[in-house]
Nanobody, 118 residues
């Protein structure tokens, strides 16, 4: 069982930066692929980025490539999302997720709100 708690969301002006954190409980954190998703008002949840258990492989949605960076610290059971050059369209609730086998996302956090003002 893994519990995920996101933090770091907030209100920022367009062009600004935020760093989200996702703290995970459980001793097997390093075994999980970790990901970030987001859901804007009135829209479906969408994939943002993922990182493999060792951190060697990452996948980014085209909409965030070059602006967002995912990283993980397995010693701290934490995954990070550095978001730069934020745009109003990045406004959403951001969710952290964990996948053990890669075929589905097994665990989800409760989300953290990111609001980018124009």
């Amino acid at each position: 069982q893994v519990q995920l708690v996101e933090s770091g969301g907030g209100l920022v002006q367009a062009g600004g930066s935020l760093r989200l954190s996702c703290a995970a409980s459980g001793r097997t954190f390093s075994s999980y692929t970790m990901g970030w998703f987001r859901q804007a008002p009135g829209k479906e949840r969408e994939f943002v980025v993922s990182i493999s258990w060792r951190g060697g492989t990452t996948y980014y949605a085209d909409s965030v490539k070059g602006r967002f960076t995912i990283s993980r610290d397995n010693a701290r059971n934490t995954v990070y999302l550095q978001m730069n050059s934020l745009k109003p369209e990045d406004t959403a609730v951001y969710y952290c997720a964990a996948s053990l086998k890669g075929s589905r996302w097994d665990y989800w956090g409760q989300g953290t709100q990111v609001t980018v003002s124009s």
